[in-house]
Structure formats: structure tokens, C-alpha cells
């Protein structure tokens, strides 16, 4: 917020504005691929749980969560999960995409694997996963953790970007798989 020249003891203000005013979590665009991205991955078998922390003021809260639901069925990004929590290890997911440098050093100190989407906050992190510059980026790391995990748990693999494999039923993933 630093970089927007707003510090910590005007963000609620700012937040607020956003939120009532602009309709923010509902009217922002995507990151360029990303709905596309998300969607052949899903079509793959990947179960992706979206892990936010929007819920920042207390009575903001409906409006935050029906924004987020709505600017997801606009995008149509399909998500199996959406859970507005602060720690996003809670989950325990088997992948983690994560921009906030907090939330990366926090899942990698939680010995979290983490793809890390580049922003102008999170330059200097050293982090031993990878690191995506965009959704191209991303969605190719995404998906060599998944295949690795596919093979590592015997089950085919999606016959190519964007199908489902063989074993998979779209909402009927096996239960072990976290993703």
C-alpha cells in the first residue's frame, strides 16, 4: 500500500471505499490467462480450493464474500473450495500460488511447496519453488506438480492440456487428492 501512498492508518478508509463504492473484489479485472488457465487445469482433474483473505472489515463481510462469488461465476473460474481465511496453511494443500510475501514465507517456513506470482512485493524472496511471472508461467508449474503427483500416486495422466484423464469424473475426484 506504501507504493499507493496509503499507510496502514488509512487502509480501513480505503478498503471501505473500495469495497461499498467500487464494488472492488466484483469489478476488478483477472490477471490476463488466468480464468483460461484455471479452467483447463480444472478440466484436468486438479481440485482447486481458492484461499483469500478479503475479510478484512467486519462489516464488510457479506458484501466481500457475494463480490468474490459473483466476479468468480463472471470470469467462470471453477473452484471446488473458497475459504476466506488469514492462514492459508490451515488448508493444507498440496500446491499453494501465492503473491503475498507474508503468506509465501509463511507457507515456506510451514514446509508448504509454493508457486510464487511475481508483483512488485515480492521481488526479493528467495524461495526454493517456482516462480511465475504470469498465468502462462504459472499454469505450467501448476501443472508439472500435478502430473508429478499423478504419477507418483499411479493414475493417468490427462490425455492432453485441457481433458480429463481417464479416471477422473468432473466433480468426483479421488479423496485423497487435496488439490
Same mark, same amino acid.
Request: glycine share 6%; proline share 5%.
Given at each position: ?27 476488478m ?17 486438479? +481440485? %482447486? ?6 475479510? /478484512? &472489515?467486519? *462489516? ?5 464474500? @457475494?463480490?468474490?462469488i ?12 473458497l ?18 510475501p507474508?503468506?509465501?514465507? +509463511? %507457507?515456506?517456513?510451514?514446509g508448504?511447496?509454493? /508457486? &510464487?506470482? *511475481?508483483?512488485?512485493?515480492?521481488l526479493? @524472496?528467495?524461495?526454493?519453488g ?17 502430473l ?20 477422473f469424473?468432473?466433480?468426483?475426484a ?6
Amino acid at each position: 500500500m506504501a507504493s499507493w501512498g496509503i499507510g496502514e492508518e488509512r487502509y480501513e478508509a480505503f478498503h471501505r471505499y473500495a469495497v461499498t463504492e467500487h464494488r472492488l473484489f466484483e469489478t476488478m479485472a483477472p490477471l490476463p490467462g488466468a480464468p483460461a488457465a484455471i479452467a483447463r487445469l480444472a478440466a484436468e482433474g486438479i +481440485r %482447486l480450493r481458492i484461499i483469500t483473505h478479503r475479510l /478484512v &472489515v467486519s *462489516s464488510l463481510h457479506e458484501q466481500t464474500v @457475494l463480490q468474490t462469488i459473483r466476479w468468480l461465476e463472471a470470469h467462470r473460474i471453477p473452484y471446488w473450495d473458497l475459504c476466506f481465511m488469514r492462514e492459508k496453511d490451515d488448508v493444507n494443500a498440496d500446491l499453494y500460488v501465492e503473491d503475498s510475501p507474508t503468506n509465501v514465507e +509463511r %507457507l515456506v517456513e510451514v514446509g508448504a511447496d509454493v /508457486v &510464487v506470482m *511475481s508483483n512488485a512485493t515480492n521481488l526479493a @524472496l528467495e524461495v526454493g519453488g517456482g516462480r511465475a511471472q504470469d498465468w502462462d508461467e504459472a499454469e505450467e508449474l501448476i501443472r508439472a506438480c500435478y502430473l508429478s503427483w499423478l504419477d507418483a500416486h499411479g493414475l493417468s495422466r490427462p490425455p492432453a492440456i485441457g481433458q480429463a484423464p481417464q479416471w477422473f469424473v468432473q466433480g468426483n475426484a479421488p479423496d485423497s487428492r487435496r488439490r
